[in-house]
């Protein structure tokens, strides 16, 4: 599966932003899918998923509250809605398909086999 990421940008803290996450190549609505973010020095983490269907998500304790996860298998998208973003928010953001067939919210990166290119989020102080 091909994934494209998009709707990144610069934003102040307190603001919003809802990332999208196009999906091509295989049946998106069968397959869970997640958003892991990496800040500028360090490894990359684990920040939401959802499961195929949409029935169970699960959120980084650091976003909790804040971000929302969901999907349109209609339009093979998933999306990532951002508020009361901080500066601590800034990260190249990344999208990511699993590749076990009718997954659940998975948090570990290696129960995913296709990721997108990833878009940055830059929030200013």
């Known amino acids: 599966v091909q994934l494209q990421a998009s709707g990144g940008g610069l934003v102040q803290a307190g603001g919003s932003l809802r990332l999208s996450c196009a999906a091509s190549g295989r049946t998106f609505s069968r397959y869970g899918m997640a958003w892991f973010r990496q800040a500028p020095g360090k490894e990359r983490e684990f920040v939401a998923a959802i499961s195929w269907l949409g029935t169970s998500t699960r959120y980084a304790d650091s976003v909790e509250g804040r971000f929302t996860i969901s999907r349109d298998d209609a339009k093979s998208t998933g999306y990532l809605q951002m508020n009361s973003l901080k500066p601590e928010d800034t990260a190249v953001y990344y999208c990511?398909?699993?590749?076990?067939?009718?997954?659940?919210?998975?948090?570990?990166?290696?129960?995913?086999?296709?990721w997108g290119q990833g878009t940055l989020v830059t929030v200013s102080s």
């Open positions: 990511a398909s699993s590749g076990s067939y009718r997954s659940a919210a998975a948090v570990a990166p290696a129960e995913y086999d296709s």
